[in-house]
């Protein structure tokens, strides 16, 4: 007995020590940050050694001295949907009616017909070459190709025969898009090109060849992706032909003033005329450009085009694409004549060296590509012109600016932004549940939201049923995600002892007063989650049919709460199924990256049920005032008057107006989806000089005016309890058209406000830029259409200020719209569009979007901030990112038997503590396929240099501890795309002509490539750092409850 006990408590002993051992040498060392887990990115190797793809130089083409060295590039410039949606643009396929029936056709637009026809052409000839855009298609050819052809393309692309540029998923748009949907749709290109060809294969050039005029913050993201140039197609035709004369189609732009080291610089270069083939070669279909006669005639046209391009440039190299729309359909056409071009060409220069060389410069024709292009434009060690504003708004001769889109489709553009949150959301809590198969949901959506940032879609610029399409793409994957995040809710309802499965809804047309769940009675459990990284108090609205309603918290307190009409305008909408014509309303306090819970009863009985009207009598004025704002109405006209800053003691005379200008509909060019041309004469205020009917609902928790303009147009204005804004909602349409006339329909708000001329809009919603009446900065304007071509993007704000008075009024849209301030103390924006003529740009079609059998109607919403100028520069850009991030609402309706469980969720934050107040996580997703323990983390910095003496400062942020889901126990840190490695990767650098010299390295000053715990990261004002984080932490459960 004695020694069975000596040896059982020997082999105790053993044990502890084994299990000591494992936690030292494994556990222990993964709470420390260095886990063996996170595979991390391959170092590119230097470009002067021998590579695969864009990692090697020496793969580019010879070039001679001496010559001008003609670069053509062969490409086929494909949009992911346009007049055809992008399925029947892959597959060539689209629908054709014959005889009632639906046959589908084979069409000159095929994109897989250019990729397979295009690789066995570039496989007859080494010295050829070819570029591609958007991974949307190419990731869709790869997925249904044999391994045969993925080795060739593998082999092309080694060899730099094939070679990806920008390598986004799409062709973004410049204008109104918003920088983290541009960041998130070519960071999911890029990891498709990462995981499928490795880093030698990612684009070092940008290639943007058919955007309507091009954002400075868009040229920024490039820059800190690690972009060595970016080509431009579009371009004011007065900037074209300025720039053409003094040979400053090449020039670096400072793309960001808040950038250390000028490493915001980036080389630009505008294309001389476009991305097409020059007139004449444009070879689709053609068998034989040099046959015969025409031989000769032909070489000598391609090289004097060549000479009088070459003019405009400063160095001896010349970009010369080669390509056109969807073209490459049939490879051979292009490629065979190409070869026997430059053929012919070369041999020219052999030819009557005595007379022809000494009188002309030398050409050597080769294939090539964008950045082989650019490594020997870096290598002439010339200086350049500087640029420091943008590129819009863009125009063609003899005046059409393209601005209209800035508006065009906008129930679309508000799809977009409503889907962007809905993702958001998604990603968090499918990361914070650790759900292990929601990757390909939530994939739905990313990759929906990322065909919706090309040129063509969130711009409105496409036909009919290719809205449609984009539109069921969006809505599909927000279905998706919403499976995502019920599924999250259930797991976090987990309890030890069961699981339970609660069927959660959502209501996507909230923003037109319709809701099912709460409409129905009873009661109804309401999950908002906040996916900003900041606390947030907001305001729930929702539609009700009961009279009697109660709201209680997540800790069963009341929660106090208003009933209010919903606006008439919107209760007619022809869309809404709802039969509810009234609103409650209450306050919300959100945690950061969390959610907080509501319950909502409704019953039939009528007491404390009635909407707060009040009459006016007499027309006095009508004061809408809490202890932040005052507003007052003029009891005549039932319009706005003034807007008064409690607070900061600001104030100004302010009438705001809807109004309309007159499309023109004739001569060289209409009003059309790209174009705003309206006639030359002031807008014309809807309703004319009538007064405008006024109702004054005025309660506890919000004030609002009820305003019908005409019947088509009508608006609430609204004051919330201790809110520092205004908020508009505007009813829209169906804009008439039974006098044959389009209609540009805007907000106009006139102060007394002295402006100067100058107005800000914002890029991309992110830093903010100076406009100026008339006046291009690189260029004396010649101005043509002093409306339309003082419209600028506005994707989050507008603002003008009066210095003197230290002054800004500030306007907010829900979703990007064109805006201006046309007169000194005014600001407008265009909110609705209905064309009855095409502008004869590409579509073929009148923007006139239907419902029914009339127009279509929109309604949206304007935030109006008065204040000083620091504290707007703060506000504004708070309810900018909560505009962009909006909450997810998500509904259970309760039954008699629900667990009590349902109506006592603690509010919950998945932060562990706040965020610095000007920090937010931009980013938080999956970087793979059912992967739970590595993760993208993006921070950002969202104050500029100069906007706060507080908030314009570095801060710092602890990662290790950052998120209670989990503990991030190793940090690797990326380029902006996640692609590459910020301490190996290496850009050219550019001297501009004021002596400016951008830092080859995009890694920020405090870069670590071994980052050890507790992960500190600083960031300075307008950073974005970039991780990929390895994580451990609990796989399940009670989040609810931990």
């Known amino acids: 007995m004695r020694f069975s006990l000596r040896r059982t408590l020997l082999g105790l002993l053993v044990m502890v020590v084994l299990q000591l051992t494992v936690y030292y040498w494994v556990v222990a060392p993964d709470r420390r940050g260095r886990s063996p887990s996170l595979t991390r990115l391959t170092p590119l190797p230097r470009q002067d050694r021998d590579g695969p793809g864009t990692c090697d130089v020496k793969k580019c083409p010879e070039v001679k001295e001496g010559m001008i060295n003609v670069h053509l590039i062969p490409h086929s410039h494909d949009d992911v949907g346009w007049l055809k949606t992008a399925d029947q643009y892959f597959t060539g396929e689209y629908p054709k009616s014959k005889g009632g029936d639906i046959m589908y056709t084979e069409g000159m637009q095929c994109v897989r017909c250019v990729l397979s026809s295009t690789i066995r052409n570039l496989l007859l000839n080494p010295d050829r070459r070819f570029i591609f855009m958007e991974m949307a298609f190419l990731s869709r050819y790869w997925n249904e190709i044999d391994d045969r052809v993925r080795q060739q393309i593998k082999r092309l692309i080694e060899s730099r025969q094939l070679e990806i540029v920008l390598g986004g998923w799409v062709m973004s748009d410049a204008a109104v898009t918003y920088y983290n949907d541009i960041i998130d749709q070519h960071t999911l290109g890029f990891d498709f090109i990462h995981k499928t060809f490795g880093p030698c294969a990612q684009s070092r050039v940008a290639w943007h060849v058919d955007q309507f005029g091009h954002s400075r913050e868009h040229a920024s993201i490039f820059s800190k992706m690690g972009y060595d140039g970016l080509f431009v197609g579009r371009v004011d035709f007065q900037d074209l032909a300025v720039r053409k004369k003094t040979k400053t189609l090449e020039f670096v732009w400072e793309t960001s003033p808040n950038a250390d080291d000028y490493s915001g610089n980036l080389f630009t270069q505008t294309t001389f005329d476009g991305y097409y083939a020059p007139r004449g070669f444009v070879l689709d279909g053609v068998e034989n450009l040099f046959k015969g006669s025409r031989e000769l005639e032909n070489t000598l046209e391609f090289m004097n085009i060549v000479r009088e391009r070459a003019n405009a440039f400063r160095t001896n190299h010349l970009l010369l694409p080669m390509g056109s729309d969807f073209g490459y359909r049939v490879a051979g056409d292009w490629f065979k004549n190409m070869d026997k071009l430059i053929e012919l060409v070369n041999a020219k220069q052999t030819e009557g060296k005595k007379k022809v060389i000494e009188r002309e410069r030398k050409i050597n024709l080769l294939y090539s590509t964008p950045s082989c292009y650019l490594q020997h434009v870096h290598n002439s060690n010339l200086t350049w012109a500087v640029k420091t504003d943008d590129l819009h708004p863009y125009a063609i001769a003899p005046g059409a600016y393209w601005t209209g889109y800035f508006t065009s489709r906008s129930g679309q553009k508000l799809l977009v932004k409503h889907a962007g949150a809905t993702l958001q959301a998604c990603k968090q809590l499918g990361i914070f549940s650790r759900l292990k198969d929601s990757f390909d949901r939530t994939n739905v959506l990313r990759k929906a939201m990322a065909v919706m940032q090309h040129h063509d879609a969130i ?278 058209t039974n006098d044959n006339q389009g209609k540009e329909v805007v907000s106009f708000f006139v102060s007394d406000l002295k402006s100067g001329g100058k107005f800000y809009t914002d890029s991309n919603g992110r830093e903010v830029l100076e406009r100026r009446l008339n006046h291009r900065e690189t260029w004396n304007l010649t101005v043509v259409d002093a409306i339309s071509g003082n419209y600028y993007p506005v994707t989050s704000r507008i603002f003008i200020q009066d210095v003197a008075r230290d002054t800004q009024l500030t306007i907010l849209p829900d979703r990007s719209q064109g805006g201006s301030s046309l007169y000194d103390g005014t600001l407008e924006l265009m909110v609705h569009r209905r064309l009855l003529f095409d502008d004869a740009l590409g579509v073929g079609e009148a923007l006139n979007e239907q419902e029914g059998n009339d127009g279509i109607t929109y309604t949206g919403k304007h935030y109006i901030f008065l204040d000083n100028i620091h504290n707007s520069a703060v506000l504004t850009r708070e309810k900018a990112l909560e505009n962009h991030f909006s909450p997810t609402l998500t509904f259970l309706p309760l039954t008699s038997n629900s667990d009590s469980i349902l109506t006592n969720m603690p509010k919950k934050s998945f932060l562990n503590k706040p965020l610095p107040n000007n920090v937010q996580v931009l980013t938080l997703d999956y970087t793979s396929d059912n992967h739970s323990t590595v993760y993208l983390l993006r921070l950002e910095h969202f104050y500029e240099k100069g906007e706060s003496p507080i908030l314009s400062t570095a801060a710092t942020v602890k990662l290790q501890n950052l998120f209670s889901p989990f503990e991030v126990t190793e940090a690797e840190e990326v380029s902006l795309g996640g692609n590459f490695n910020p301490g190996t990767l290496k850009r050219h650098q550019w001297t501009t002509d004021n002596h400016h010299v951008n830092t080859p390295s995009i890694a920020s000053s405090d870069y670590n490539e071994l980052m050890e715990s507790p992960f500190i990261v600083k960031l300075k004002p307008m950073e974005i750092r970039t991780f990929r984080v390895y994580v451990s932490g609990p796989s399940s459960s009670s989040l609810f409850f931990s």
């Open 459 to 736: 711009t409105g610029t496409e036909k009919q049923h290719v809205s449609d399409d984009y539109n069921h793409m969006v809505s599909e994957g927000m279905l998706q995600c919403q499976s995502v995040i019920s599924e999250a809710y259930n797991k976090m309802l987990e309890t030890p002892e069961e699981r339970r499965h609660y069927q959660f809804s959502f209501c996507p047309e909230l923003n037109i007063s319709s809701c099912p769940p709460t409409e129905n009675g009873g009661k109804v459990v309401i999950l908002v989650y906040n996916a900003l990284s900041r606390p947030l108090n907001t305001w729930v609205r929702l539609p009700v049919t009961r009279q009697s309603v109660s709201v209680r918290g997540s800790k069963g307190e009341e929660v106090p709460s208003q009933l209010t009409a919903i606006p008439s305008g919107v209760s007619r909408l022809p869309r809404r199924s709802s039969e509810s014509d009234t609103e409650v309303v209450f306050p919300a306090m959100l945690p950061a990256m969390g959610y907080t819970s509501f319950v909502l009863s409704t019953s039939q009985e009528s007491a404390g049920g009635q909407i707060p009207m009040r009459t006016n009598t007499g027309k006095a004025d009508i004061v809408m005032e809490n202890k932040h704002l005052k507003v007052t109405f003029d009891g005549q006209t039932g319009r706005m008057k003034a807007l008064e800053n409690l607070s900061s003691k600001r104030s100004t005379k302010l009438s705001q107006d809807m109004a309309y200008y007159r499309a023109v509909q004739s001569g060289y060019r209409s009003s059309g989806a790209y174009v705003f041309i309206p006639e030359k004469e002031l807008p014309h205020r809807v309703g004319g000089t009538d007064p405008v009917s006024v109702r004054y609902y005025q309660g506890e928790l919000v004030q609002e005016i009820h305003q019908q303009f005409c019947p088509w147009v009508s608006q609430v204005v609204r004051l919330y309890k201790d809110s520092r804004h205004l908020e508009i909602q505007w009813t829209v349409g169906p804009i008439p």
